[in-house]
């Protein structure tokens, strides 16, 4: 097969778009899956030993702001930091996985557990790992329109 790369600047930035052939179209879970392998890695730095170590984003449960670093927790139980402010990382994350969900946590939707409304117009979400988060009120709408 072979690949061709043109521009839009109306498409936002994460966003990718591939055209095929009709008769391709059931090739596309595959080619899906092989895109989706190639996953970009994300540098962050081990705490323990101050080394830069590469991870998948797929594999980041919670980022959380921590002054101008931000803390990133992974499936595995690890933490990470990135040094970056947590408003540069939401731009660079993958915005349909990742959602900010108060001023300073992101979360990756895939790993979400649970959720439930709580006091004060806020949600609180359970992640597969048992953290749990609150979704401020001002974040409750793009939360509610992401997982619905």
Known sequence: MKVTFETDASMERSL???VTNPAEQQRWEEIDKAISHLERQ?????PKNNRNVQIQPSSILAIESEDRMCNIRVISGESYLLGK???YVEE????????KINNSTIINVKHIKAFAATDHARIQVELK???SYY???YYIKNFRGKLS
Request: no cysteine; proline share 0%; charged share 30%.
């Open 129 to 131: 790992d048992g953290s």
């Open 92 to 99: 660079d994350m993958d915005s349909s996985h990742f959602l």
């Open 42 to 46: 994300l540098v962050v730095i081990n």
């Open 16 to 18: 990718a778009k591939v």
């Open 85 to 87: 402010r947590l408003k």
């Open 135 to 137: 979704v401020s009120r």
